[in-house]
């Protein structure tokens, strides 16, 4: 039965490692661009220095000047020109925001450009140097923010994906669960009712053993609670206040008549007086049976099961611990034994837990977890709100 769960572990991970895949192939792709877009930046600024040295060297001409004027709207980056003393000779592709003083501006910009590369130093005439500065346009900076953002996009998309197809999935499981239980609840109404008259019947024969029609009473009376618990199952269930320690003795009594006598149950009020909180019984006896049917499975039929009743320190939730001296769950698996359909048993529907979750979480508004487990056994904790 554990098939199931593993395959759509798998799954999980397929489509995991293809988003992973995604990513990081979008991400080295922008990248790709971005030096691409780099390369040839750096190659203008070449170009740039080359024409500073020109303009140095010759005579202000027409033809040259619509040369420079071409070749200087072709830039997208901004560059500053300094001299040897350091200071401002002309700049580029810098638009000053009004109302700043463009000094201060300009010297700004300078250190961020020096802070980014290394200048390239031209030589407009022998023995004199200058120095150009530039840094990266607005758009290889972006473009360098892309991926990320691209990432972002993407992450969040894949949780809202995520996050609908859990809720659906949700959805289609709890129609199961309720169509399943109040059709089987249903199915069982007819023939029950019948047995009921049919003990009727029996009763009045003088020649019947009585002892029989008692214990044929007691298996209709448990066939009743079966189909009382699966009708509560499927529509909201009405919650009383119940006398929490005398329901699970009561439900200990039962259990205990019916599994080896090798297993010993003790029950631990630990509080001074009786502990109350707003249960539907039918239900709540279920978990009570579900986890202690696995803990006399977990024992392999001989061992003890201990419960103990309290309030937790908030006082606001009834606890109520289960105890085994069974084989133990490994950490790993805490979580997990909670799931539909795991199971370690050969004969096993891996359904017992997930029913008591449910009954715990969802129509007691309480939490089922495991509390502690080892080798010499495991400890369960159910807490019920007392309110
Ligand atoms: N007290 C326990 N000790 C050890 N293992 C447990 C205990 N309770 C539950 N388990 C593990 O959790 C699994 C799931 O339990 P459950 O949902 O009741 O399904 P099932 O009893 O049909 O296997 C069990 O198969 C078992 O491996
Ligand atoms: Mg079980």
């Known amino acids: 039965m554990t098939q199931l769960y593993e395959y759509r572990n798998t799954l ?3 489509a995991l490692a293809a988003a992973i895949f995604i990513g990081i192939g979008s991400i080295s792709y922008t990248n790709y661009l971005v030096s691409l877009i780099l390369e040839q930046e750096e190659q203008q600024t070449s170009i740039f220095a080359k024409v500073q040295e020109y303009i140095a060297t010759v005579e202000p001409n027409e033809n040259i000047n619509t040369l420079i004027a071409v070749i200087e709207e072709n830039y997208t980056y901004p560059v500053i020109l300094t001299n040897e003393r350091d200071s401002i000779i002309d700049w580029r592709n810098i638009s000053i925001p009004k109302g700043k003083d463009s000094l201060s501006y300009l010297a700004k910009e300078l250190a961020e450009m020096k802070a980014a590369h290394p200048p390239i130093v031209v030589e407009p005439a022998a023995g004199l140097k200058n120095f150009i500065y530039y840094k990266n346009s607005t758009l290889v900076t972006q473009l360098k923010l892309y991926p990320y953002v691209e990432l972002g996009i993407m992450i969040a998309f894949f949780a809202i994906v995520y996050v609908l ?3 659906s999935r949700k959805a289609e499981q709890d ?6 239980a109040k059709e089987t609840a249903h ?3 007819t023939p029950i009712s019948s047995l009921v008259a049919w003990l009727e019947y029996f009763k009045a024969v003088e020649s019947l053993d009585k002892s029989i029609i008692g214990e044929l009473e007691k298996d209709v009376s448990r066939l009743e609670t079966i189909t009382a618990r699966f009708s509560s199952i499927g529509s909201p269930p009405v919650l009383k206040f119940e006398n929490i320690e005398q329901l699970v003795r009561e439900n200990v009594d039962y259990l ?3 599994i080896s006598s090798r297993v010993r149950f003790q029950v631990h009020n630990l ?4 502990l109350q ?5 039918s239900l709540f006896e279920w978990v009570v049976e579900n986890v202690c049917k696995n803990a006399v499975d977990a024992m392999a039929g001989a061992g003890t099961i201990s419960i103990y009743l309290s309030y937790t320190r908030d006082s606001k939730h009834v606890q109520i611990d289960i105890a085994d001296t069974g084989k133990g769950i490994p950490k790993r698996l805490w979580r997990r034994i909670f799931k539909p359909g795991y199971t370690t048993k050969k004969r096993g529907w891996g359904l017992g837990l997930t029913l008591a979750k449910r009954i715990v979480e969802d129509y007691h508004k309480g939490s089922i977890f495991v509390l502690a487990s080892s080798s010499a056994g495991t400890t369960f904790r159910v807490l019920l709100p007392r309110f």
């Not at 509080?271 to 009786?274: F, L, T």
């Not at 909180?277 to 019984?281: S, W």
């Open 256 to 258: 205990q008549k019916r």
């Open 12 to 14: 999980n991970i397929i």
């Open 271 to 274: 509080e001074q007086h009786p």
């Open 175 to 180: 129609k199961v669960w309720v169509g399943l």
């Open 277 to 281: 909180a707003p249960v539907n019984r």
């Open 165 to 167: 197809f859990d809720a």
């Open 187 to 189: 199915q069982l109404g």
